[in-house]
C-alpha cells in the first residue's frame, strides 16, 4: 500500500510523538471536569477516528464510557465534503455528562459544529473536541477544535484511520494518494 502513496506527511513516529502530547492536554483538561461517581464520555466520530481514539484513550488516566457515533462527510470514492449527517442514534445518558469528541479531520467544521449542537441538547454538561489534523484552508464554520494534531495542506489524504473508498485506513502513516488512483 505504501507504494500507493504519492506522498507521506506524518510518519508513524511523528503521529506517536503528537498523540502522546495530545493525551497530556487532553488530560489536564479533563481533571477539571472528570468526577468519580459519572465516567468522562469519549464519542469518536466513526469510521475514520477509530485508530486515533485506541490509541488516544490508552493514554488517558480518568475512568471513560465509550460510545461511538457515524457521520458521514465523505461518502465512497469523494475526496470534497458533502455536507455531514449523522446516521446513528447518539448516546443515551448524556444529560450532565461530559462528553469528548474524537474525529480525524477538521476540514469544513460541519461535522463537529453538527456534533456540538447535538450534544448540548441533548444535555451534555460540556463538550470538547479532539481532532487529529485539522485543514485550516477548508474552515466555514466559527467553530474551532479544542485540540488539534497537525495542520495539514488542502489535500486528500489516507491512512492512520482515513481512507479513500474504504482503504488505506491500516497505514500507520498519513499519506497523499498518487493521484492516478483517485477517480
Given amino acids: 500500500m505504501h507504494q500507493d502513496l504519492a506522498e507521506v506527511l506524518l510518519d508513524e513516529e511523528t503521529i506517536a510523538e503528537r498523540v502522546d502530547q495530545l493525551a497530556k492536554q487532553l488530560a489536564a483538561r479533563l481533571d477539571d471536569v472528570a468526577t468519580r461517581e459519572e465516567p468522562i464520555v469519549m464519542l469518536p466520530v466513526l469510521t475514520g477516528s477509530l485508530v486515533f481514539t485506541a490509541d488516544l484513550i490508552r493514554r488517558l488516566p480518568h475512568k471513560l464510557r465509550l460510545d461511538v457515533v457515524t457521520v458521514s462527510s465523505y461518502p465512497g470514492t469523494a475526496t470534497s465534503s458533502t455536507g455531514a449527517a449523522i446516521h446513528s442514534p447518539l448516546p443515551e445518558d ?30 451534555a454538561s460540556g463538550v470538547t473536541s479532539v481532532v487529529l489534523l485539522a485543514k485550516p484552508a477548508r474552515h466555514e464554520v466559527e467553530l474551532r477544535p479544542d485540540l488539534v494534531g497537525f495542520e495539514i495542506p488542502d489535500a486528500f489524504v489516507v491512512g492512520y484511520g482515513l481512507d479513500y473508498d474504504g482503504l488505506y485506513r491500516n497505514l500507520p502513516c498519513i499519506g497523499t494518494l498518487r493521484p492516478e488512483l483517485i477517480r
Fill in 94 to 123: 448524556l444529560d450532565g455528562r461530559h462528553v469528548v469528541v474524537v474525529d480525524d479531520i477538521f476540514d469544513t467544521g460541519r461535522t463537529m459544529e453538527l456534533l456540538d449542537g447535538e450534544l448540548r441538547a441533548a444535555g
